[in-house]
């Protein structure tokens, strides 16, 4: 029925406060700029280097001190160090013991200045002006324009968020002075305009645009942080940085972790501990008191400056000499042929290296040169994991876990010229909320944290002595308080470098009110559901509701939270589900031009009081819409609903969605083209229809909605339109082609899996996340889905333990000072269970001088996901063509750089350092992804939802989906076997992904990360097929068989437990296929072959050829 007596409250969104300017670029799938031509080689950036000056700061730019009320404490006095230590007032030349001994947590050492070297001044300095005590809360934007997102209102007020930096070695520093022509703010130089052109520019952006975009909220948005940014001002609430107003979405601070260790704050060792600041702890009426800092005290200008040399400006390298032409050779089935020169030795490529002193054999190994054209066998038995660092063993220990922060080279150059020589990207790979099974809580009445820069006590500082401890980040010194010296773990009294937060890399903090502006919102889920014929003819609704009446027990919350349904085809239906009814109540609004909510009391309820009712509702859900006809799509006004029904409180929309939305505000129109999806030219579409669901995902992010998005379709859907509703929000894609409940089994069961995952796994709500790094270091482009309200501070209505993220980075300032590089991110949440909690994960790396040892640390798998993340930016921005031809060239560049550093050495073949043998697999690879291949006849729905899983899913489930694990087993075996709780787990050997690794005789499984493939040849031996399969031969299995049956055979244990290991920790659900050697699905197993020649590309020995003849040039 139609509600007639309801009257409007509030306008639609297109008419809310909240106004965008200049933030949503129609053309660019993540609001990035036009495309534009690259005559040449393409780079994955533009030859401009993405830079924001700093001199355009206006007086209220400045990071305020902390508006803390009069009455709470007095004002912080800057730190004088005793007489006893005695500090240098000039740059420190690098130590020649670059790690502390084990265990030199007290130290006392006195330091001599090196004589001064001069260098001519910095071309222009553009003063600081102080912001006067009411501007705390803005943030400095470039003129005409909004450099750190939109504008903040003049009376907006200031939210916080906490502040996470990172610290130094655990041996000691001088205090590190600012260069020459910079201006020292909260421990940080501030660059000025001319000293900031060494952003690492062919990498910097893929879209290849000459200017960053501005920080919109977009979910790779570049931006240029000055090394000062750690003191940005705050978001408006729980937000770490940034201002809040009617043009900006207001965030709180967040951050997640494990809810099992949420009533137990004791788990993991008793990590429960008191901490402080070592000053009084007021109630701050703003976080930036809390995130920001203050002024620290006057730093005397330095009188030497580091050289940095011009970073290179793309992929043409002009000034890199030209490679000698070398001799091709030609390509022998039955094997490779013979160099014709001898290869250099370990000696001689030391020489050619810079030296390999102090590199360990491990360094040494990976050094070792490879010949791609002749080394045939390059994958390693077992999957290739993260590259060890050039760590001493005790900071090893305590380093964090690749599998949560990953760098793209384990070894830091020191300088951007340095990184430029190495043709390398530099930057991180993130899970910050990834399931953890061991997590040190703490529970503290104030965190100890740099009063400079805000960094987050971690194992890499530096204890002078047990009163006085250095920041690894910024080298400040700041007091050991009192309430650290007691050891909660061991009890004892006097130890502080003993305590969890000193030696964990990973720790969890209760937070305390000081970081909440309001109090902890409840778990609240509203569930958005598509109930159109072509929804009922998909059949999804029964399995949505018989999934979730099972697992309404487990949905993360507690007494608090808060569950609502809203259900749609051409009109809204709302849900009256109050506590005291007799059965639910439908209440049906048809005006979808101006949404208005019909009753704000009673339709999101207390899922403890309303069980019940909601019982009901979903029992009944799939027979009330069982014969609808109706065929048309209100999917834009039902958001605008969602929009209004969760502002009061905030939380998680799940929408269920089936076809292109036809009716209302967001209507879409099909742009596909079946005749172009198997095009090798332009693929057109890339980027979305209309700015309505950015918009929308924009303000759901201000008000804390996270909006996640289940399409399940038969027919094309513009999916990348639809998208932003979820890339904007922090929320998640999940995308099912073809599904139907009958027609298509695997697809009904992988949908069942993943919403029963879905359903119950942890979350963590209005949340921030900010990442912190050494001076000298800087973050300007981030990947993933988020809103980026300042240059290190992201925005995450929602927090997932699936979801990852990438950044890109550049070095600003020589990184001389210091020995170790470190990177620390914070992640401010609130947990299902209401409670405040701040997740940091710190990273410590080498810095290293040498070439060679860059390449030694290089992380092939990392490197070759950011670069994917970076072509996908750039395929929206500047067609999929020109992104590419800049991954192509991306290895042409190594392999040239590679040769000119050994050029009086080898002159033949491609050569590539053994770190970075796989790089031209990978990228080919790439290019034959879904995302990116051309050629083969690819959906566009598929094709862009391919791209957002590049931009949200974890690395080892990336390197999966690129490159499929293959393996053999009809003849697994014991032999290396791993011994997991009374379970041997068999291990197989890796095999190349070509044909030529493939016999009729045998079973070969290929993991795909989000699918399984088991191809058994049509000779496949009986004993395999009877043990395994329960088949007496090849003929008898079944065209569409999709799974392992339990026979109490050897083989059939070794290969269930062999399969149930690969799966035990996937986020999602992984189906497997069985596929007969004579079936038509075969095509879908040998297209993952990417060794071999396709319709979607080259072979990888042609690849191999391609690259050397561009590299020779």
Request: some cysteine; proline content about 10%.
């Amino acid at each position: 029925m139609s509600a007639p007596g309801y009257s409007s409250v509030g306008s639609s969104v297109n008419g809310s406060t909240q106004s965008y300017p200049s933030m949503y670029q129609p053309a660019g799938y993540y609001g990035a700029p036009p495309p534009q031509s690259y005559p040449g080689k393409t780079p994955l950036s533009s030859s401009q280097p993405p830079h924001y000056h700093n001199s355009h700061i206006s007086p209220q730019s400045h990071h305020g001190a902390p508006s803390t009320p009069p009455s709470t404490a007095p004002p912080p006095q800057a730190y004088a160090p005793p007489p006893s230590v005695q500090y240098s007032q000039q740059v420190l030349q690098p130590q020649h013991s670059p790690y502390g001994a084990p265990g030199s947590y007290y130290e006392h050492q006195s330091y001599s200045a090196p004589p001064p070297v001069h260098h001519p001044p910095a071309p222009q300095q553009y003063p600081l002006t102080p912001s006067p005590a009411n501007a705390a809360g803005t943030y400095p934007s470039a003129p005409g324009g909004t450099q750190y997102g939109p504008p903040a209102h003049p009376q907006s007020s200031l939210g916080g968020g906490l502040p996470v930096q990172m610290s130094a070695p655990l041996h000691q520093y001088s205090p590190a002075q600012p260069p020459c022509g910079q201006t020292a703010l909260n421990g940080q130089p501030q660059s000025t305009a001319s000293s900031q052109q060494s952003s690492y520019e062919s990498y910097s952006r893929v879209d290849g645009s000459g200017h960053t975009p501005s920080s919109t909220g977009t979910p790779s948005a570049s931006i240029v942080p000055s090394p000062g940014h750690h003191s940005a001002p705050q978001s408006q609430y729980g937000g770490y940085e940034g201002t809040s107003g009617p043009s900006e979405p207001e965030q709180s601070p967040s951050s997640s972790d494990d809810e099992d260790l949420e009533d137990d704050d004791e788990e993991a060792g008793g990590d429960t501990s008191s901490s402080s600041t070592g000053t009084a702890s007021p109630v701050h009426n703003s976080f930036d008191s809390l995130e920001g800092g203050n002024y620290p005290e006057t730093q005397t200008p330095c009188s030497e400056l580091t050289p940095h040399g011009q970073p290179y400006t793309g992929y043409g390298f002009p000034g890199m000499p030209p490679p000698s032409s070398a001799p091709q050779h030609g390509y022998n089935h039955s094997g490779y042929p013979q160099p014709s020169q001898s290869f250099p030795s370990l000696s001689q490529l030391s020489a050619a290296l810079g030296g390999l002193s102090g590199i360990p054999e491990l360094e040494v190994e990976a050094l070792q040169p490879i010949n791609l054209l002749q080394e045939r066998n390059l994958l390693p038995p077992r999957p290739l994991g993260a590259p060890e660092p050039n760590l001493s063993q005790e900071l090893k220990k305590v380093n964090c876990s690749p599998e949560t922060f990953r760098c793209t080279l384990t070894s830091i150059p020191q300088t951007q010229a340095l990184l430029n020589k190495a043709r390398l990207p530099l930057g991180l790979l993130l899970h910050p909320f990834r399931d953890l099974q061991h997590l040190p809580v703490i529970t503290s009445n104030t965190i100890v944290r740099c009063r400079s820069c805000r960094t987050y006590i971690n194992p890499f500082v530096t204890f002078l002595d047990q009163r006085r401890w250095k920041c690894n980040l910024c080298y400040r010194i700041n007091d050991v308080p009192d309430e650290f010296m007691y050891n909660p773990v061991t009890r004892a009294y006097g130890e502080p470098h003993r305590r969890p937060e000193v030696q964990n890399s990973t720790v969890e903090f209760i937070a305390s009110s000081d970081y909440m502006l309001r109090p902890p919102q409840p778990a609240v889920y509203l569930f958005v559901l598509d109930v159109s014929h072509n929804a009922v003819e998909a059949g999804y609704l029964k399995y949505f509701c018989d999934c979730l009446l099972e697992n309404l027990h487990s949905l993360p919350g507690d007494a608090r939270t808060r569950v609502g349904f809203l259900t749609f085809d051409s009109t809204i239906h709302f849900y009256n589900l109050q506590d005291g009814l007799s059965q639910p109540q439908m209440l049906v609004v048809s005006d979808i031009d101006d949404v208005f909510i019909p009753s704000h009391d009673n339709l999101m309820v207390s899922l403890k009081e309303s069980k019940e009712l909601v019982k009901e509702l979903l029992s009944s859900l799939p027979s009330m819409f069982a014969h609808t006809r109706e065929t048309r799509s209100a999917l834009g006004p039902a958001l605008q609903a969602a929009f209004k029904l969760m502002t009061p409180t905030g939380g998680r929309v799940s929408v269920f969605h089936t076809q292109l939305p036809t009716l209302g505000p967001g209507l879409l129109q099909s742009r596909e083209d079946p005749n172009q999806r198997s095009s090798t030219k332009v693929v057109q579409h890339l980027g979305p229809a209309t700015d309505f669901y950015k918009k929308l995902a924009l303000d759901c992010s201000g008000q804390q909605i996270g909006v996640d998005l289940f399409l399940l379709s038969s027919q094309y859907s513009d999916l990348s339109s639809l998208a932003c509703m979820s890339k904007y929000s922090a929320g998640s894609v999940y995308y099912y082609p073809s599904f139907h409940h009958i027609h298509n089994p695997s697809q009904l069961e992988k949908f069942q899996g993943d919403l029963e995952r879905y359903l119950t796994r942890k979350i963590g709500f209005e949340a921030v996340m900010r990442i912190r790094c050494t001076k000298g270091l800087s973050i300007h482009t981030f990947h993933g889905n988020f809103f980026v309200r300042s240059t290190d501070l992201l925005s995450l209505a929602n927090v997932n333990p699936d979801s990852a993220l990438a950044v890109q980075m550049s070095i600003e300032d020589s990184l001389a000072d210091s020995s170790l590089a470190c990177f620390q991110a914070a992640l401010l949440y609130t947990s299902s269970k209401g409670k405040r909690r701040i997740r940091v994960h710190t990273l410590c790396l080498p810095v290293v001088t040498q070439l060679s040892e860059v390449y030694a640390g290089a992380d092939v798998q990392a490197v070759t996901c950011l670069l994917a993340n970076m072509a996908i930016d750039r395929s929206v921005s500047s067609g999929l063509l020109d992104a590419r031809d800049a991954l192509v060239n991306a290895v042409v560049d190594l392999v040239g750089a590679y040769r000119s550093s050994v050029s009086n050495l080898q002159q033949s073949g491609l050569v590539l350092p053994s770190s970075m043998r796989l790089f031209p697999l990978y990228i080919l690879a790439l290019l034959k992804q879904k995302a990116l291949r051309t050629g083969t006849s690819t959906r566009l729905d598929e094709r862009v939802f391919a791209m957002c899983q590049f931009k949200t899913e974890p690395l080892p489930q990336l390197l999966r989906m690129l490159h499929p694990d293959l393996y053999r087993l009809d003849t697994i075996s014991d032999q290396g076997a791993l011994h997991l709780n009374d379970t041997i787990v068999p291990q197989p050997l890796l095999l190349h992904l070509s044909a030529e690794r493939l016999s009729r005789d045998g079973a070969f499984l290929l993991d795909c990360g989000s699918v399984l493939y088991l191809w058994v040849g049509r000779s496949c031996s009986d004993m395999f097929l009877r043990d395994v399969l329960g088949v007496s031969d090849h003929a008898s299995l079944p065209p569409s068989m999709n799974h392992i049956p339990e026979l109490d055979t050897p083989l059939s244990e070794r290969v269930r437990a062999f399969l149930d290991w690969l799966q035990e920790n996937r986020s999602s659900s992984c189906p497997l296929h069985i596929i007969r050697d004579d079936a038509l699905a075969k095509t879908t197993f040998f297209q993952h072959l990417v060794e071999d020649s396709s319709e979607s590309g080259l072979s990888y020995y042609d690849f191999l050829q391609q690259v050397l003849q561009q590299v020779s040039k």
